[in-house]
């Protein structure tokens, strides 16, 4: 459905924002773009969309090129609805006025019909003469996905979509909009820096740091194998352990710990750990000191203080509780793990 073949963009033109990205994105899946502020996310979406030019490199959708440095499709002809951060709904228009505005060239009774079709998918029944300001977030963020898709767009592009509810009706929305995609076997892609969203919504992950993409992949696959220390951090709390390859493991400072890996015995490595992989029992004479816990429901993240200074985060039942400066030996559960190299030191 869509290409991105080596695409260069930004607002200055020797500072590009986005660098020598490529993906592609198979027709009826959600893609999410996922990474910290200021990393290219919503830059991408915009170039696809039509809002910024590329400095190298082209888009095609379903084999039509869209933009390249010789091509720039503008936004109205690339068949691309898009959902705004802020919605950007027009306050002198109902909703039905609102869902209806990319269909001004349409007939009558089609049009009517259309918006009729969206306003149920979208569970608006009811609501078609009520203005922006007298629906609640969750409702005009429907109203805006309903006049995206309203013309049958080829794909839909929302950026930050829940970024101005609260966390209930994030959740709630979230739903709402999966739901909307799949019954509607819409081609999406998603701009998120929050990674259980994107895990909850997409097909492939795409994790962009500094304007680059470094990896793409399903989200079982970035959470479990993620290619480098900056995706396994970001992507889900990660403790890496600085250790030395040994006798088929990595001996770290709390102990060895099994690993798969190519690298060579006496290679210096970081090995990734998920906190609900490492368990503790109290011990005076543990290396470990509990430095601060929080509670979390159905589990406790504990953050603890080795002797060597670095801190890691550990899972536990949140019964019984344990006391803050509680000494305690760490202990490993998982089979095998992720290894880095250690970055060179300067």
Known sequence: MLELRNITCGYEPNTPTVRDLSLRLQPGNILCLL???????????????????????????????????????????????????????????????????????????????????????????????????????????????????????????????????????????????????????????????????????????????????????????????????????????ANTIPGIIQNGHVETEIGPIPHQSDFESGSRVLAMVRPDDIQFTPSETGPGRIESRQFQGSQTLYAIRLQSGQLIHCCMKPIPVYNIETSVMVHITTSHTILFPQPALS
């Open 35 to 237: 990474g910290p502020s200021g990393c290219g996310k919503t830059t991408t979406l915009r170039a696809i969309a039509g809002f910024e030019q590329l400095s190298a490199g082209e888009i095609r959708l379903q084999g039509e090129v869209l933009a390249s440095t010789s091509v720039h499709l503008p936004p109205e002809q690339r068949r691309v609805g898009m959902v705004f951060q802020e919605y950007a709904l027009f306050p002198h228009m109902n909703v039905k006025d609102n869902v209806a505005f990319g269909l001004y060239h349409w007939q009558a009774a089609d049009r009517q019909s259309r918006v009729q079709v969206m306003l149920d998918v979208v569970g608006l029944q009811g609501l078609e003469l009520r203005f922006p300001h007298e629906l609640s977030g969750g409702q005009q963020q429907r109203v805006a996905i309903a006049r995206a898709l309203a013309p049958k767009p080829l794909m839909l592009l929302l950026d930050e979509p829940f970024s101005n509810l609260d966390p209930d009706m994030t959740i709630k929305m979230r739903k709402e909009l999966y739901r909307i995609l799949r019954q509607t076997q819409t081609t999406a892609i998603l701009v998120t820096h929050d990674h259980e969203e994107a895990f909850a919504m997409a097909d492939q992950v795409a994790v962009m740091h500094d304007g680059v993409l470094v990896q793409c992949d399903t989200p079982e696959t970035i959470y479990q194998q993620p290619s480098s220390s900056f995706v396994a951090e970001f992507i889900g709390q």
